[in-house]
T-cell receptor, first 112, second 116 residues
Framework: NAGVTQTPKFQVLKTGQSMTLQCAQDMNHNSMYWYRQDPGMGLRLIYY???????DKGEVPNGYNVSRLNKREFSLRLESAAPSQTSVYFC???????????FGPGTRLTVT | AQSVAQPEDQVNVAEGNPLTVKCTYS??????LFWYVQYPNRGLQFLLK????DNLVKGSYGFEAEFNKSQTSFHLKKPSALVSDSALYFCAVRDIGAGNNRKLIWGLGTSLAVNP
């Protein structure tokens, strides 16, 4: 099992550019999440998907959109990147039976 | 409002000494509590959890945590620290608000440095 995978690992964007962060899990989990991690601010939830076909906003959804493409894949899109979106982005999935979240390795995004 | 607090930004401990990383919480009802660890340039990894039962929970890498309902705390402990334990540690509690059973509320993290 690969667990939770994310692409790309690193990305540099100019202000106003768009990009999509990809996430996939092979553990047959229903729920998936996108977080951003910034120094001193811990993990903040951007969007989550409780099950295939549903998505909901988290704490900091502005400037982002998501797509739950199927049970495995949950993508995060930045339509017009801003320097404030410079961060490390983590995707995670949730094991319902144990309440444990499994995290991907992260995407380090810099917006100049 | 539900919340998790990690009162220390950084904890320093000498190798071989016991370590404690503190966590307090505020939730209505019975809490589901978690500890995760993040090594440099990696994603978070699950360490241990308290759902119900024995107040002392044992987890990965020799870590344990004690649930204390009266003090609303869930401190992470290890009897003898290793340099390789140096990492960022996050405490989290399940968000039990309506429709939010699958979300966690996260602390801001505590950076643990174990000195040789």
């Amino acid at each position: 099992n690969a667990g939770v995978t994310q692409t790309p690992k690193f990305q540099v964007l100019k202000t106003g550019q768009s990009m999509t962060l990809q996430c996939a899990q092979d553990m047959n989990h229903n729920s998936m999440y996108w977080y951003r991690q910034d120094p001193g601010m811990g993990l903040r939830l951007i969007y989550y998907s409780a099950s295939e076909g549903t998505t909901d906003k988290g704490e900091v959804p502005n400037g982002y959109n998501v797509s739950r493409l199927n049970k495995r894949e949950f993508s995060l899109r930045l339509e017009s990147a801003a320097p404030s979106q410079t961060s490390v982005y983590f995707c995670a999935s949730w094991e319902q039976a144990t309440y444990e979240q499994y995290f991907g390795p992260g995407t380090r995004l810099t917006v100049t | 409002a539900q919340s998790v607090a990690q009162p220390e930004d950084q904890v320093n401990v000498a190798e071989g000494n016991p370590l404690t990383v503190k966590c307090t919480y505020s939730v209505s009802g019975n809490p589901y509590l978690f500890w995760y660890v993040q090594y440099p340039n990696r994603g978070l990894q699950f360490l241990l959890k308290y759902i119900t039962g024995d107040n002392l929970v044992k987890g990965s890498y020799g870590f344990e945590a004690e649930f204390n309902k009266s003090q609303t705390s869930f401190h992470l402990k290890k009897p003898s620290a290793l340099v390789s334990d140096s990492a960022l540690y996050f405490c989290a509690v399940r968000d039990i608000g309506a429709g939010n059973n699958r979300k966690l509320i996260w602390g801001l993290g505590t950076s643990l440095a174990v000195n040789p």
